[in-house]
Nanobody, 119 residues
Framework: QVQLVESGGGLVQAGGSLRLSCAAS????????MGWYRQAPGKQRELVAR???????WYVDSVKGRFTISRDNTKNTVYLQMNSLKPEDTAVYYC?????????????WGQGTQVTVSS
């Protein structure tokens, strides 16, 4: 059984910062790519940032230069540093990981953490 546990969401004023964390635990052989998605009310879930096990990153255009994704492979943890937050960043943020269990790779999701940016 694999769990992804998120933390770090909250309420912040526009221009502020938050740091999200997501730790994978369980009978893990290896964690491949990890990422952060978000879903605002009435909108589809979108990929915000992704990082491979080797450290290659990808960002959606709307967060480039403001958000930074990183990971600690020794802790199976991914982080999302969010700076210069805008009201349009308000959403539930979900972490996602491709986890290798023995010979198969499965995708797991965190429970979601609310990020609210006030204007």
């Amino acid at each position: 059984q694999v769990q992804l546990v998120e933390s770090g969401g909250g309420l912040v004023q526009a221009g502020g910062s938050l740091r999200l964390s997501c730790a994978a635990s369980g009978s893990i052989f290896n964690v491949n790519a990890m990422g952060w998605y978000r879903q605002a009310p009435g909108k589809q879930r979108e990929l915000v940032a992704r990082i491979t096990s080797g450290g290659t990153t990808w960002y959606v255009d709307s967060v480039k230069g403001r958000f930074t994704i990183s990971r600690d492979n020794t802790k199976n943890t991914v982080y999302l540093q969010m700076n210069s937050l805008k009201p349009e960043d308000t959403a539930v943020y979900y972490c996602n990981a491709d986890v290798q269990l023995s010979t198969h790779i499965y995708t797991y999701w965190g429970q979601g953490t609310q990020v609210t940016v006030s204007s």
